[in-house]
């Protein structure tokens, strides 16, 4: 078993910068792939950015590629995201996630767990 807590959300303006940060325990973290969902009130939760198990290659959805940079450091059992120019469309819901398969993995159904999320809120 897996546990994820997620961490680092909060209330910021248009332009803004947040880094969430998700701690890992149960299990070497170096075997899991990661990955950062999000999901808007009344909307589905959605792929935001997966990351390999040496965190060797990353995979954006479009909407943020070049604003947020995910990373991970598996000495700290610590995934990252981090969020620039942040705009009102981001405010989600966002989730960690991790796949004890090795890819870029896309789809909520390609992770076996799941943390409880942390709110981010962009102001305009």
């Known amino acids: 078993q897996v546990q994820l807590v997620e961490s680092g959300g909060g209330l910021v303006q248009a332009g803004g910068s947040l880094r969430l940060s998700c701690a890992a325990s149960?299990?070497?973290?170096?075997?899991?792939?990661m990955g950062w969902f999000r999901q808007a009130p009344g909307k589905e939760r959605v792929f935001v950015a997966a990351?390999?198990?040496?965190?060797?290659?990353?995979k954006y959805v479009d909407s943020v590629k070049g604003r947020f940079t995910i990373s991970r450091d598996n000495a700290k059992n610590t995934v990252y995201l981090q969020m620039n120019s942040l705009k009102p469309e981001d405010t989600a819901l966002y989730y960690c996630?991790?796949?004890?398969?090795?890819?870029?993995?896309?789809?909520?159904?390609?992770?076996?767990?799941w943390g409880q999320g942390t709110q981010v809120t962009v102001s305009s």
């Open positions: 996630a991790a796949a004890r398969l090795s890819s870029l993995w896309v789809q909520t159904t390609d992770y076996d767990y």
């Open positions: 149960g299990r070497t973290f170096s075997s899991l792939a």
């Open positions: 990351i390999t198990r040496s965190g060797g290659s990353t």
